[in-house]
């Protein structure tokens, strides 16, 4: 998406003295974080759904201890978990 033939990036090379470069960079970064932003989105939103209907069996206007309990434990095993399987994605990536 971004030139990764050498025909572009060389156009690209040679309009970075005129800050064509730094749009480049400025652009991928902006990328970057809408994705970031929407991936721990998303992972926030699975993390609520799955934590909620595990442990809220009767919604009520405040949390018991167990259902406290259950959150918080929940809630740890699940940003645990995503995280082996997140650094798991990126070796398997890496190795390939």
Do not use: H
């Not at 926030?44 to 259950?70: A, F, G, H």
């Amino acid at each position: 998406m971004w030139g990764s033939s050498s025909s572009s990036s060389s156009s690209l090379d040679s309009g970075s003295s005129f800050g064509g470069g730094s749009q480049e960079d400025k652009a991928k970064q902006q990328i970057q974080q809408a994705m970031a932003q929407e991936y721990y989105t998303t992972l926030l939103e699975n993390m609520r759904d799955q934590c909620y209907n595990k442990c809220i069996k009767n919604p009520s206007s405040s949390l018991s201890s167990s259902e406290q309990n259950c959150l918080a434990m929940c809630c740890d095993r699940y940003v645990e978990s995503t995280s082996v399987v997140s650094s798991y994605l990126i070796q398997a990536g890496r190795q390939q």
